[in-house]
């Protein structure tokens, strides 16, 4: 089994930070990479930013420029740094991570069970 377990999320107010954390434990071999989803009511996850294991970042265009994405794969852990927040921002924040497990179960995703973010504006 695989398990990820996110921390982090919480109310803050326009203009402000947070940092999301993800850990990534259980019967894994290797993880390829790492990302952070956003979901708000009514709409589907959305991609926010990913890290492979050698550090090859992507942000989406709304992220570019105030996150900030970093993993340590000894600690199979994922950082989102969140700056200049905005209400557009408010949302669940799931983290995703692309894997091998050491069952033989091949590559897979696992996701978290997400951490809530709001933003008061």
């Known amino acids: 089994q695989v398990q990820l377990v996110e921390s982090g999320g919480g109310l803050v107010q326009a203009g402000g930070s947070l940092r999301l954390s993800c850990t990534a434990s259980g019967n894994i071999f290797s993880i390829e990479a790492m990302a952070w989803y956003r979901q708000t009511p009514g709409n589907q996850r959305e991609l926010v930013a990913s890290i492979t294991s050698r550090g090859s970042t992507h942000y989406a265009d709304s992220a570019k420029g105030r996150f900030a994405i970093s993993i340590d794969i000894f600690k199979r852990t994922v950082h989102l740094q969140m700056n200049s927040l905005s209400s557009d921002d408010t949302g669940v924040y799931y983290c995703?991570?692309?894997?091998?497990?050491?069952?033989?179960?091949?590559?897979?995703?696992?996701w978290g069970q997400g951490t809530q973010v709001t933003v008061s504006s």
């Open positions: 995703n991570s692309d894997l091998v497990t050491a069952d033989f179960g091949g590559r897979n995703h696992y």
